[in-house]
């Protein structure tokens, strides 16, 4: 598919996910205060999401000023290739000080999260626990206790994913802008969904299996420009192999198998409100996650032919090419 083709496909997505969501978001508040009514004390209030706000600013801020501060360290990685032009050459040392950060949260957020989460009965074998999905819909959903420090990390989640779309908004417009725009699009609004219909448990490891992989991700674009080629090779199979194992195998087979089928075994299709566009944001989620598993093995083959490391999903070489229209 053609890059027009592809990115006029991905924005009708991105408007089927807001409107959408806008649907869901109609009725949501009344679906909350009723259960809210039921059962005050092991439902999530409104008010929980303040610290978010806070969060979410606070990301924003952080991430904005970090740039500057990492951009020194980032130059003396990245030496200036003549075939780059300096706005090209700028944008990847952006890149690197965008992923620097990235990587560090996601290495937090998953050892938190990991630490929140390894003792209990739903969290499965097959991202370290030992118990079962089914306990995701289990202990009287919607009304399961969820603990301080887990909300505290859920509502620390939701704050940076808002930071995301934000920052996404507020940049020059890159190659990749409609891909990450519908990304940032389901993840925030299952964020966001997920807290106050309390689906925190699955929604948990879905964050869990996501920042695991997201390390890896953002571990390889740091370094993708730098001259360090074993490191990159070595961070490229990494990146392989945690890529299939857990978005390519655990998300399909495991998180969405639970979303999809012990939501309505377990809780009944009357307690899974949102069920439809949970389900289809998840399809979104792996949809872009093989999209994107084609270009990392695309990557591998450049890399042989021709010894060059790129970044083909941000695809910051493009800028060139509009540069030069602008010259011209």
Known sequence: MSGGGKDWLLSILVLIALIWAAYVGRD?????????????????????LLPALGCFVGMLVAQLMWRPLFAVVARSMIPKKPRWSYPVWEAKIIRCCDSVFKCCYYLAMTIWC??????????????????????????????????????????????????????????????????????????????????VLNYVRIGSLVLLLHGATDVLIYASKAIVDTPATRCIVASYFALIAGYCWFRIYVFPMTIMRSAWV????????????????????????????????GLIIKIGFVFRNTGQARDLQSNLSALELTTKKKDS
């Open 114 to 195: 990991f630490s929140l989460l390894r003792d209990e009965k739903w969290l499965p074998r097959v991202l370290g626990g030992s118990g079962d999905t089914k306990f995701c819909w289990t202990d009287n959903y919607p009304f399961q206790a969820v603990s301080a420090d887990m909300r505290r990390f859920y509502l620390t989640a939701v704050g940076y994913h808002l930071s995301e779309v934000a920052m996404l908004l507020l940049e020059v417009r890159h190659p990749d802008f409609w891909e990450m725009l519908l990304h940032h699009t389901v993840s925030a609004t299952l964020v966001f969904f997920s807290y």
């Open 262 to 293: 012990e939501s309505l075994q377990e809780a009944g299709p009357v307690n899974v409100f949102g069920w439809g566009y949970m389900n289809f944001a998840l399809c979104m989620l792996l949809l872009l996650h093989m999209y994107w598993f």
């Open 28 to 48: 949501l508040h009344q679906e909350v205060r009723i259960r809210q009514l039921k059962n005050a004390e092991a439902y999530p209030a409104y008010a929980d």
